[in-house]
């Protein structure tokens, strides 16, 4: 079968990365670049690819069955109606859109025009992930009872120098903060509420440095977050899971999931049962079980899963409409944050249904 024709939108930090990918996909064929900067100082760039300076200019000369969309934020909804008025597949770098409103454009279009929308929630793919989510899916820990997660790293005082990342948005709340929203929507279920507090007390940015929240998800269990960038630890899901050179491998576990019948650490996965689940207590002892586990580069998955999902043989992993409610969980922990209420999210998933429907 011909290769997917796939094209690459904005080459910074993680464009870069889809690029070296797509090059070297056995599944895919990259087909162009386009990046407002030079075609020069795009790092990486196979010198037969060629690069265009807009992504319409992209969309009509290379003519690509499919792109990935890795520009700042605020450009991913314009740039995927853009794509899916062109009849053209995309994979849209996480946040979907800066909105809950500007998200569901994006996925009524995409379903309008019939083209396939994924999001860049590439964790998912990791097979800790899908182990995990089979381990709690398949009942092996009883009746979810709640989960908790602590991301906790100390990003250094120069990350700091780009005046955005002080500011509104540039937090690790949507930074960061995001993706361990949606791994817990993906191993726990849908967050029905929210209700967040913010801190700015240690760096004393205008945006917060730590942030924690209470979660109700949809099946009646209960989550903890705490995440910070201003504290030092081997508890963040990059450590656990050493899923790049830039965050040396810990090993540690900074999510917990616990049942009726047993608890699952993640990412580096441990099951803890009695040897009697269905009779087990505290009164007994408790022993771990180690889950062996073979990393793969989610990032050759995603794209690997995008074909299939093209090509209609698998469902969408990240769909738009799941990352939109992951989205829509993400900022109610900073309006809950704001306002001290907690957020009830059910107005937010009848739009995003109402959209992909
Ligand atoms: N999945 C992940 O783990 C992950 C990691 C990092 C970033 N991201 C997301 O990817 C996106 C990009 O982040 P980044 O860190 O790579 O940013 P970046 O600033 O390094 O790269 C953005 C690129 O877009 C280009 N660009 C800007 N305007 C453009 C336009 N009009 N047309 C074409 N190109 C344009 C810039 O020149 C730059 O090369 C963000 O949405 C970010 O949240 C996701």
Same mark, same amino acid.
């Given at each position: ?8 939108? =904005?080459? $910074?930090?993680? +464009? &870069?990365?889809?690029? *070296? !990918? ?114 709690? =899916?398949? $009942?092996?820990? +009883? &009746?979810?009872?709640? *989960? !908790? ?120 996965? &441990? ?87």
């Amino acid at each position: 079968m011909k290769r997917l024709r796939v094209g690459v939108i =904005g080459a $910074g930090l993680i +464009g &870069r990365r889809h690029i *070296a !990918t797509l090059a070297a996909s056995p599944d895919a064929e990259l087909c162009g670049v386009a990046d407002t900067l030079p075609r020069d100082e795009i790092a990486g760039l196979p010198p037969a690819v060629p690069a265009f300076t807009s992504h319409r200019a992209l969309l009509d000369e290379a003519k690509p069955d499919a792109v990935v969309i890795a520009t700042p934020n605020r450009l991913h909804v314009p740039m995927g109606v853009d794509c899916a008025r062109a009849g053209v597949h995309m994979i849209v770098e996480k946040p979907v859109a800066d909105t809950v409103a500007d998200a569901c454009v994006l996925v009524r279009e995409a379903k309008k025009a019939g083209v396939v929308l994924l999001v860049g929630h590439h964790r998912r793919h990791h097979t800790q992930a899908q182990e995990a989510r089979r381990i709690v =899916g398949d $009942g092996e820990l +009883g &009746r979810v009872v709640g *989960a !908790t997660m602590l991301w906790a790293a100390r990003k250094p005082d120069a990350y700091f120098d780009a005046a955005w990342r002080r500011t509104a948005g540039g937090g690790p709340v949507l930074i960061n903060l995001i993706h361990d929203v949606d791994m817990l929507r993906f191993l726990v279920g849908e967050i029905a509420g929210v209700q967040g507090r913010a801190s700015r007390a240690i760096r004393g940015f205008e945006v917060e440095d730590t942030a924690a929240a209470v979660l109700s998800f949809a099946n009646g269990a209960l989550g903890t977050i705490l995440v910070t960038d201003a504290a030092a630890s081997p508890w963040t899901i990059e450590q656990g899971l050493g899923e790049s050179p830039l965050f040396p491998y810990s090993g540690e576990n900074g999510y917990r999931i616990v049942g009726t019948a047993g608890a699952l650490e993640f990412p580096v996965l &441990r099951v803890w049962r009695h040897r009697d689940p269905a009779n087990g207590s505290w009164n007994q002892a408790i022993g771990p079980t180690p889950v062996k586990g073979f990393d793969r580069d989610p990032y050759f998955e995603q794209i690997r899963h995008f074909v299939a999902v093209v090509e209609g043989r698998e469902a969408p992993l990240a769909s738009g409409a799941d990352a939109a409610r992951t989205l829509a969980a993400t900022l109610a922990l900073k309006a809950s944050s704001e306002s001290g209420a907690p957020v009830d999210l059910a107005r937010d998933h009848d739009a995003i249904a109402a959209a992909s429907s």
